[in-house]
């Protein structure tokens, strides 16, 4: 009679351990699907916006004449940039520019082809954004040659304004689409940036 009650003791225990194991193996996996969602989205949140620099700028300063060519590189670490005209390359230091400029007739190259010309009766495809207060070390100019460059804005917009962003880049499907550079201001003290980009 014993053994028989011991046996059903540890039968009951074995079931009643399986039972709570089963169920927090499954409130488990649900906390993970409850969370998956917004690792995703911090995930995207995380990924670079690629931007595209037209080929010509004009750089208004602070004081002096405006200068004008092609934006080579944005050194955060010398709080300087670099403008490309034919063979010269000229370094302006960022506490003397008040903005820079991009050519609306100048050409653009896209990361997904190109080159275009801005200017050429092609409408924009969305409404231009202004994204302030930009780390400076959060863009990067990837090739300066073709103006491809790339920004991470997780610090400065949520992450549904990014998702759509991203939604505006995807456009239809079949034509990708990319914002263009309009204009750059630089707060030197803060090392921050603005941007104001159009998708085209």
Not at 174 to 195: A, L, Y
Request: proline fraction near 6%.
């Amino acid at each position: 009679m014993k053994r028989k009650t011991l046996s059903f003791l540890v039968v009951a225990l074995f079931t009643v351990t399986a039972g709570m194991a089963a169920q927090v193996n499954a409130a488990s996996q649900e906390v993970q699907k409850q969370n998956l969602p917004s690792v995703q989205a911090e995930a995207n949140g995380s990924q670079p916006i690629p931007v595209a620099l037209p080929t010509d700028a004009k750089i208004s300063m602070k004081k002096g004449t405006p200068q004008s060519g092609r934006v080579v590189e944005i050194d955060e670490k010398t709080q300087k940039i670099s403008i490309q005209r034919g063979r010269d390359k000229v370094s302006i230091p960022l506490s003397q520019i008040d903005k820079i400029v991009f050519s609306k007739t100048a050409v653009v190259y896209y990361s997904n082809g190109g080159p275009i010309v801005r200017g050429d009766g092609t409408p924009a495809k969305g409404r231009p954004e202004t994204w302030r207060g930009i780390p400076m070390n959060a863009f990067r100019l990837l090739d300066p040659n073709q103006g491809q460059a790339e920004v991470k804005l997780e610090s400065v917009l949520s992450l549904d304004k990014l998702d759509s962003l991203r939604s505006v880049m995807v456009g239809d499907g079949k034509n990708k689409r990319q914002f263009v550079v309009d204009e750059m201001q630089f707060d030197v003290q803060k090392k921050t940036m603005t941007i104001a980009a159009t998708p085209s």
